[in-house]
């Protein structure tokens, strides 16, 4: 199979000079992105997932009362913290695997600890703030990653001579 690379542009003048055409493939996001491996990214999206999953789960039930109202400082910052590193995850990396494993580690941790331990001990238990802890970073994982990525790949244009608005023809 052979590549638009192998094939001779037909060349095409204008008045103010020949047009120089460069393929697609030659610019294009090859130049501004390097090519990596993506399972990289995903084992630590997994890890850091699994990572935060445990601490928000351990964190969650803590309050603090002030003037007699309950402030779930541990939930509030479980769901910060997992919204950070799922924005985190999908800023860093362009695809989205890394985003998804961080998910899947997050919200498979948090199903872990919805099971009854060797003592009979759950972490999770059926209060209001074990609900929103299971299913806030469900809702944040799934916002996350169905949310477009709004930067488009850079292409360059080369410098045409004789092309108004290049920087030969501006005063």
């Known amino acids: 199979m052979s590549s638009p690379v192998d094939f001779p542009q037909p060349s095409r003048s204008t008045p103010s000079g020949p047009v120089v055409t460069t393929p697609a493939s030659v610019v294009g996001p090859a130049e ?17 997932g699994a990572l935060m999953g445990a601490i928000g789960t351990v964190a969650h ?3 603090l009362s002030i003037a007699g ?8 910052l479980g769901l910060l913290a997992s919204l950070a590193l799922m ?6 990396y362009p695809g989205r695997g890394a985003v998804i494993a961080t998910g899947i580690g997050l919200v498979g941790m ?4 919805t099971l009854p331990g060797p003592g009979g001990a759950v972490l999770i238990d059926q209060s209001l703030y074990s609900l929103v802890w299971t299913l806030g970073p469900v809702l944040i994982a799934t ?19 004789g092309v ?8």
């Open 32 to 48: 501004t992105e390097p090519r990596t491996s993506r399972i990289p990214s995903m084992v630590l999206g997994l890890l850091l």
């Open 87 to 92: 924005m985190g995850m999908r800023l860093l």
């Open 69 to 76: 109202v309950e402030i779930p400082y541990g939930l509030l």
């Open 110 to 113: 948090i199903a872990l600890f």
């Open 143 to 161: 916002i996350v990653i169905a949310w477009p990525r709004f930067t488009a790949p850079v292409r360059r244009i080369p410098e045409q001579p």
């Open 61 to 63: 039930p803590n309050t």
């Open 164 to 171: 108004p608005g290049n920087a030969e023809h501006r005063d």
